[in-house]
């Protein structure tokens, strides 16, 4: 994920220390921790953790993710919701629910969608819902979306912790996890979220499966390192498969469990999830990595200064999913946004933008987010859908029983064809 730090030095010295003291002091008393343990800590902390401490707004922000890059992109989300409400029988009850907003850009684009899409979408019930463990960044996404018009819980246990109206005119509630959304038609966004997920890593050795760990370094107290347990931990005879081939590997088990739900609520509410992440099908191994202001950053140096991530294993997911739900995916963002239609999209916005500095910008963004060289083939789409999408209705009693009309083709992952 690019996606980057914006606090002053002086503050991103004090999260650095308070990180890494409160991490070395745990390894100390209780021996080395696991990958997924040292990222759920530099990340997701409640006091210290990277996405709850930075403010990811200001004049020191750069930092680009897909929504980020150009208003097509959630465009285009928003069209490939409302078809997947539409192929679902256009259900009165319509929530959508995205997994770590960032600072609310994709939301704020598909609402646009929306409310230009009224008719259609006439007479639904839509509501807003979003997962994010940063109090910090639900501010800023509340400014986005509600134009600051949002209210904070003040009791703790509320799972709703804040909540407003969109300047759509839709009901918002922020969550910091999918168990507190309400059950419902859902349609689930998730871009870049699986990424930040902590990773466990192993590695094949004579003896078997062995989990790789954070140590603190023996001869430098603040600094950490690497170490490979002698022994099998709960994770490494677990979480792997017995055919696995790669002699290096890394598993997501928070992702398995996010998708376990995902599923299981699709099953009994109908409803689809959309999976945009840098990714692979199982075959890539030590992806982990670090990032700071645009370059790739020692994921050990300075813990809570930098982002870290992985990248999603897709091949683990659709195994983890089960045969509940149809997996589709999966596919690169180049063929998702083609087939989405963002040639055609990028015309329309050219001919009615007369200022050669924004069509350039215009056509810059579009280059990013398609070139293969760039994110059109790195980044992957990933679908979760409930089985009945995809099989042909049948309508009528009795001898007058016959075949419904052949569902819709999933858009993105064929061309979009709206009926
Ligand atoms: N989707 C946005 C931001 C991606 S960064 C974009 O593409 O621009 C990851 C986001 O997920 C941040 O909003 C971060 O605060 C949130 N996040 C990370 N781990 C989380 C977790 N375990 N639970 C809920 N939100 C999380």
């Known amino acids: 994920m690019h996606y980057f730090s914006f606090t002053t030095p002086e503050n991103r010295n004090k ?35 990277y996405y709850v401490n930075h403010d990811m707004l200001g004049p020191d922000g750069d930092f680009i993710t897909s929504p980020e890059i150009s208003q097509i992109f959630g465009e285009l989300l928003g069209i490939w919701c409302v078809s997947e409400w539409m192929a679902a029988g256009r259900p009165k009850q319509f929530q959508l629910v995205e997994f770590g907003p960032g600072r609310g850009s994709l939301m704020s684009d598909i ?3 929306f409310s230009q899409l009224s008719a259609p979408l006439g007479g639904a019930e839509m509501s807003c819902h979003l997962v994010e463990v940063s109090p910090r960044l639900s501010k800023l996404q509340a400014q986005c979306l509600t134009g600051d018009q949002s209210q904070v819980s003040t009791n703790e246990d509320d799972p709703v912790y804040r909540r407003g109206t969109t300047t759509t005119g839709l009901p918002i509630y922020w969550y ?17 979220f699986f990424d930040a997920l902590p990773i466990h890593i192993f590695q094949k050795t004579e003896k078997g499966w062995r989990e790789v760990m954070v140590d603190v370094h023996p001869e430098t107290e603040d600094k950490l390192r690497f170490v490979l347990l002698p022994s099998a931990t709960l994770a490494s005879s677990t979480l792997l498969q017995t055919d696995e081939k790669r002699r290096h590997v ?11 739900q995902l599923a299981c609520r699709i099953v009994e509410d109908g409803g689809a999830a959309l999976i945009m992440d840098y990714g692979h099908d199982g075959v890539k191994t030590d992806t982990f990595r670090g990032f ?30 089960g045969d509940r739900v149809t997996c589709i995916g999966p596919i690169s963002q180049r063929a ?4 989405m239609g963002i040639d055609t999209r990028l015309q329309v916005l050219l001919r009615h933008c007369q200022d ?9 963004g579009y280059d990013i987010l398609t070139n293969p060289e760039k994110m059109g083939e790195r980044f992957q789409f990933f679908t979760l859908l409930n089985h ?28 979009l064809c709206l009926r």
């Open 292 to 321: 700071k202001a645009h370059k790739i950053h020692d994921v050990l140096a300075e813990p809570g200064t930098a982002d870290l991530t992985a990248d999603v294993d897709f091949s683990y997911l659709r195994r983890v999913a």
């Open 111 to 113: 609402l646009r969608v």
């Open 250 to 260: 890394e598993v997501c088990p928070e992702g398995g469990v996010l998708i376990q």
């Open 356 to 364: 050669p500095s924004n069509q350039a910008q215009l056509i810059q």
């Open 15 to 49: 999260t650095d220390h308070s990180v890494l003291r409160h991490l070395t002091s745990k390894i100390k008393s209780t021996g080395p921790i696991s990958v997924a343990e040292y990222m759920r800590e530099v990340l997701t902390n409640p006091v210290s953790g």
């Open 336 to 339: 998702f946004l083609k087939n």
């Open 176 to 192: 910091r996890r999918i168990s507190d959304v309400p059950q419902g038609f859902s349609i689930f966004l998730a871009h870049e």
């Open 388 to 415: 009945r999408r995809l099989t042909t209705p049948e309508t009528g009693e009795g001898l007058q029983k016959r075949k419904g009309p052949a569902p819709l083709p999933v858009a993105g992952f064929s061309e």
